[in-house]
T-cell receptor, first 113, second 112 residues
Framework: GENVEQHPSTLSVQEGDSAVIKCTYS??????FPWYKQELGKRPQLIID?????GEKKDQRIAVTLNKTAKHFSLHITETQPEDSAVYFC????????????FGSGTRLLVRP | DVKVTQSSRYLVKRTGEKVFLECVQD?????MFWYRQDPGLGLRLIYF???????EKGDIPEGYSVSREKKERFSLILESASTNQTSMYLC???????????FGPGTRLTVL
């Protein structure tokens, strides 16, 4: 089955710097790659997603890139702000038509003011 | 605005008790999921359902069962709770397979 690895497990950056979180997946048939943000004590919420027919997607300060050949995808946050501090999870669909998402282990991002 | 609600935010149970966790969504979503969240392990899928009365095992179904009698409600059952089932339990729903999942607020279960 699908396996998703996420790095780093913790990341500390200065406010205004960029942050990059990387994930690799094992199933070449995966075609949906969402990123969820979970603030302390709150539910995970989708912040951006990408499908396998697209190499990059941007939404304001957030971007996701996908390299299908290498089977990895990354989350890029520019001009980080203290409110970006949270745990971020990547996920990959299991196969190309599966209900299932396989999640990475999470990255705790701390943005220092 | 999608709303997914869970019956309890915090629950404390004794070893061997039968535990019911309830999840309700109000957006007529076909698919519902139960995850367990533990530090350093991410979200692990316990069971999911793609239709009323239909269920599929996820990655860690042992010790759990589910029930989906109505489209909007998905229940997770711990037949005989054990201390290693102490965890945060998250319910989610989605409109399409492989689409965005909307999460509930979670139930933090402690089994003593």
């Amino acid at each position: 089955g699908e396996n998703v690895e996420q790095h780093p497990s913790t990341l500390s950056v200065q406010e205004g710097d960029s942050a990059v979180i990387k994930c690799t997946y094992s199933d070449s048939a995966s075609n949906y790659f969402p990123w969820y943000k979970q603030e302390l004590g709150k539910r995970p919420q989708l912040i951006i997603d990408i499908r396998s027919n697209v190499g990059e997607k941007k939404d304001q300060r957030i971007a996701v890139t996908l390299n299908k050949t290498a089977k990895h995808f990354s989350l890029h946050i520019t001009e980080t702000q203290p409110e970006d501090s949270a745990v971020y999870f990547c996920a990959a669909s299991e196969g190309d038509s599966s209900y299932k998402l396989i999640f990475g282990s999470g990255t705790r991002l701390l943005v220092r003011p | 605005d999608v709303k997914v609600t869970q019956s309890s935010r915090y629950l404390v149970k004794r070893t061997g008790e039968k535990v019911f966790l309830e999840c309700v969504q109000d957006m007529d979503h076909e698919n519902m999921f139960w995850y367990r969240q533990d530090p350093g392990l991410g979200l692990r899928l316990i069971y999911f359902s793609y239709d009323v009365k239909m269920k599929e095992k996820g990655d860690i179904p042992e010790g759990y069962s589910v029930s989906r009698e109505k489209k909007e409600r998905f229940s997770l059952i711990l037949e005989s709770a054990s201390t290693n089932q102490t965890s945060m339990y998250l319910c989610a729903s989605s409109f399409i397979a492989g689409g965005e999942q909307f999460f509930g607020p979670g139930t933090r279960l402690t089994v003593l």
